[in-house]
């Protein structure tokens, strides 16, 4: 038997800021199995089996919340096969990771409409978020079935629901019951596999992240990969709307 050699892992790059919230578009697995003569539902698993060293990666540099965009409301659109092969890869992923992720101190998040998943994967995904409800080392929000806009709706139906009147529908009253509540708002958005949109991703929550693109498809994302976003990271310079402090020029 031949042993492959381990994959060398790079050492950690000293980062000039670390992000707090992560969320990644986790773009381009049908393309990856495309350029390899394989299936798309190749795609999706290589790209599933690329999600638990990314999860170690970001931990290790000390990002705490890492949000995952795994299925969009959209793609209920893709053809019957390719939806069933995605859904039961979100169930396998649940099922070989949720012991090691419990050990690891990882809680475990669904972002989007539970209901609309099939009673097996709601079964699972509530399992796995009840069983990590406890631990504090990380947050791991996997958006499946989610969209950024439904969000909103939702947040907006609830509104209605409790009778909260017109002048007391604040921006913060939104954000209280949008599927993120209580956690900060991605620092960083990357996406991978080379397009630049949203996507109907976290449409009200990235108002204000910095937004990173590769061309790396997912199933390739690696370590070195995300350190070459976290070092772009570091080096923006994040105004919010302000005046920055080091500039020379004064206007008054
Ligand atoms: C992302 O990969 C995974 C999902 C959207 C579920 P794609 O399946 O969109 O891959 P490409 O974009 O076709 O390469
Ligand atoms: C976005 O990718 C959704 C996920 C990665 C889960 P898509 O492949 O569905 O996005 P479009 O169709 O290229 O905009
Ligand atoms: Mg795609």
Redesign the pocket.
Same mark, same amino acid.
């Given at each position: 038997m031949v042993v492959e050699p381990a994959a060398s892992v790079p050492p950690l790059p000293a980062l000039h800021a670390v992000p707090e919230h992560v969320a990644i578009? =986790?773009? #381009?697995?049908?393309r990856w199995a495309n350029e390899r003569g394989l299936r798309r539902s190749e795609g999706h698993r290589a790209g599933a089996e690329a999600i638990r060293p990314v999860l170690e990666r970001f931990g290790q540099h000390g990002v705490s919340v890492l949000t995952l965009? #795994? !299925?969009?409301t $959209?793609?209920w659109g @893709?053809p019957r096969p390719e939806v069933q092969s995605i859904l039961r890869l979100g169930g396998d992923f649940i099922d070989s990771h949720l012991g090691e992720l419990h050990e690891a101190g990882v809680q475990l998040r669904h972002l989007g409409e539970l209901e609309r998943l099939p009673g097996w994967l709601q079964k699972r995904v509530a399992r796995a978020v009840k069983q990590t409800q406890g631990n504090s080392r990380m947050i791991l929000n996997l958006? !499946?079935n989610?969209g950024g806009r439904a969000d909103i709706v939702s947040a907006v139906q609830q509104l209605i629901a409790e009778g909260v009147p017109a002048e007391e529908v604040t921006e913060e009253a939104i954000s209280c019951r949008l599927a993120t509540a209580g956690l900060p708002e991605p620092d960083l958005l990357i @996406?991978t #596999?080379g $397009?630049a @949109? =949203?996507?109907? !991703?976290l449409v009200w929550q990235a108002t204000y992240s910095e937004y990173y693109f590769t061309e790396t498809l997912?199933p390739d994302f690696g370590p070195a990969a995300i350190d070459a976003a976290l070092i772009e990271f570091g080096q923006r310079q994040r105004r919010f709307g302000l005046v920055s402090n080091d500039g020379d020029e004064d206007d008054d």
């Open positions: 578009i =986790m773009d #381009g697995n049908g965009f #795994g !299925f969009s $959209e793609n @893709r958006a !499946f989610y @996406r #596999g $397009e @949109r =949203m996507s109907n !991703f997912w």
